[in-house]
């Protein structure tokens, strides 16, 4: 999932009030006139940041495999099997 302008700048400022067309940043308006000086740059540096942490959590998930196969795997191989699978998935896609 593409991380949007907005989810960036209300992870900044919770409550901050702004419009923007097509995901593009140069047409971003404050309607509260920006009181805590968010810049452009701050926006894009915290959309990448949420952005590779959001590839880490795809990539996370696609590795784990359903619940179905999950408890599948459990029931086969039992509890212990499955959380080293899942720690090594977690090792291999750190968040940092």
């Known amino acids: 999932m593409e991380i949007k302008i907005s989810t960036a700048i209300l992870s900044i ?8 067309s097509g995901n593009d940043i140069n047409t971003l308006e404050w309607y509260d006139n920006n009181p805590t000086n968010i810049t452009n740059q701050q926006i894009l540096t915290k959309q990448s940041e949420l952005q ?4 880490v959590y795809v ?3 696609n590795e784990y495999g359903s619940i179905v196969s999950q408890l599948d795997e459990i029931y086969h191989n ?3 099997s499955w959380k080293a699978r899942i720690a090594n998935i977690k090792l291999n896609n750190p968040k940092e």
Do not use: T
């Open 13 to 20: 400022k919770k409550d901050a009030k702004f419009c923007y």
């Open 52 to 55: 590779a942490l959001e590839d």
């Open 59 to 61: 990539n996370r998930r």
């Open 78 to 80: 039992g509890l212990d």
